[in-house]
């Protein structure tokens, strides 16, 4: 399984993003799909997740009601739409696959994209 982020950009504070992550592989359908994290100098942190059918999803605090993950199981990819975008969302943004049927865990993703840069402007 091989994960391929991207989408990422410079946006103003207040702004959107929408950023993908294409899978390859004939599994996708049964990975759920997690996005996560990691701004300069801080730990790596959960973003959102959605279980294998797409039935189900999990955002982080923060981003609840500006963030919404999506999945088409049919293109094998995964979305992140990021909405009211804040300075402190300045990351770079990493899509991972899990076996588990849903899971907000970043050690139970098994495989991971590269990162992709969102840097938000004040």
């Known amino acids: 399984v091989q994960l391929q982020a991207y989408g990422g950009g410079l946006v103003q504070a207040g702004g959107y993003l929408r950023l993908s992550c294409a899978v390859s592989?004939?599994?996708?359908?049964?990975?759920?799909m997690g996005w996560f994290r990691q701004a300069p100098g801080k730990e790596r942190e959960f973003v959102a997740a959605i279980s294998w059918s797409g039935g189900s999803t999990y955002y982080a605090d923060s981003m609840k009601g500006r963030f919404t993950i999506s999945r088409d199981n049919a293109k094998n990819t995964v979305y992140l739409q990021m909405n009211s975008l804040k300075p402190e969302d300045t990351a770079s943004y990493y899509c991972a696959a899990s076996v588990a049927l849903s899971t907000v865990v970043s050690g139970d993703y098994k495989y991971w994209g590269q990162g992709t840069l969102v840097t938000v402007s004040s």
């Open positions: 592989g004939r599994t996708f359908s049964r990975h759920s």
